[in-house]
């Protein structure tokens, strides 16, 4: 019960953000809101407040923001309303929505490296056997302190100084061991793994250690956590594009790459569990994940809103309200299809292996 908590806890605040960003800029604009939202349904709260309504609906998956005249069959030509409004300003509206998400999973990113995170350190916890760390002699429990002469105090550090090494070669590695160093060449490996982010192939060369659970607690000055949050948000941007553009060249599962509701259900009890720090990476991935996933020029989808506001403005005139209503449904039969393709694959992903060894007993 506490996780389901969590989780449209986190998905609210995700929402509100979003809305709120096109609520503010429509405000600022002098477009009338007229409802504000959280969730879909039968309202189980509602207080309007001037001329707009807040309210809570019973299914909270969601959330919108209705404007005064935002869809032609309403539009009455009002100074009030959307559509009286220019493009630059109606871009606006539309773009602050993901904007305000963007900026969230910033500052969540910024948060966590202000605050303070656990991070691995590089004790080894076991060495793997008939690879190059077993040959060399590295044993459970020594600590790496350098590799190819640059000193490595974390296991994320050294893993990445170790996989950008050609993966026939030998690394130079320092190690520490009853308060003595010892110097050792080892032999790298190769292996072939998958990569999910990228869906591909690739190979690396491994040493042959895995790491233990000791950790220390990391943190970074105010202004160096806004620099670190910075790198890591446009990190996280660079990948998520490179990873929409394999899947939708097919070289990238959709069953592998994109959740829905119902996995991200499952992951936030996962990150519930390894404490507030945890979520706090969820939050802001997931609100960077969909500040990226709604500007893509899909109709229905913010991007795709601003692309035909940038249609509009090249044509000089509105589209009709015939060919509105046509894209509308194209863009909510589009949304539909995902989402239960989506829902489906999570189910399958999640909860598979269960459900076989339900029915096999």
């Known amino acids: 019960m506490l996780n389901l908590l969590i ?43 001037k001329d707009t309504e807040y309210c809570v609906g019973v299914v909270p998956l969601g959330g919108y923001v209705k404007l005064a005249g935002d869809n032609l069959e309403e539009y009455k030509g009002n100074p009030d309303e959307y559509f009286s409004k220019p493009p630059s300003q109606r871009a ?25 995170y656990p991070n691995l350190t590089t004790r080894v916890g076991d060495v793997v056997e008939g690879m190059g760390a077993e040959a060399a002699g590295i044993q459970t429990g020594d600590i790496i302190l350098s590799v190819n002469g640059q000193k490595v105090k974390f296991w994320e550090e050294m893993q990445k100084i170790i996989r950008s090494s050609h993966p026939t070669e030998e ?11 010892y110097p050792y060449k080892i032999r790298l490996k190769e292996q072939e793994i998958d990569d999910p982010l990228l869906g591909e192939k690739k190979t690396i060369g491994l040493i042959g250690i895995k790491q233990s659970s000791e950790f220390i607690k990391v943190r970074h000055g105010f202004f160096e956590s806004f620099t670190l949050a910075g790198k890591r948000t446009v990190e996280l941007t660079v990948m998520t594009y490179k990873a929409l553009w394999r899947m939708i060249t097919g070289k990238l599962s959709l069953r592998e790459s994109v ?20 979520l706090l990476n969820l939050v802001a991935v997931l609100s960077i994940s969909l500040c990226l996933f709604n500007l893509l020029p899909f109709p229905v989808l913010d ?18 309200v015939k060919t ?27 909860f ?7 029915f096999a007993k």
Not at 171 to 176: C, E, K, R, T, Y
């Open 7 to 49: 989780f449209l806890f986190i998905l609210s605040v995700l929402i509100v953000v979003h809305e709120f960003g096109h609520f503010i800029v429509a405000k600022l604009e002098g477009v009338r809101v007229e409802v504000f939202s959280l969730g879909f349904g039968t309202k189980i709260l509602s207080r309007k407040r």
């Open 92 to 116: 606006a509206i539309v773009f602050f929505g993901p904007l305000l998400n963007y900026f969230l999973g910033f500052v969540c990113f910024w948060t966590i490296f202000f605050a303070g």
């Open 171 to 181: 690394v130079d590695i320092v190690i520490l061991r009853n308060n003595a160093e």
């Open 259 to 278: 959740t829905g509701p119902l996995g991200i259900f499952y992951i936030t009890s996962e990150a519930a569990s390894l404490g507030i720090i945890a």
């Open 303 to 320: 991007g795709g809103h601003i692309f035909l506001i940038a249609v509009e403005k090249i044509r000089g005139k509105n589209i009709s």
């Open 324 to 350: 509105e209503r046509r894209i509308s449904r194209i863009g909510l039969s589009f949304i539909v299809t995902l989402a239960v393709v989506v829902t489906y694959n999570d189910f399958l992903r999640f």
């Open 352 to 358: 598979g292996d269960k459900i076989a060894k339900f």
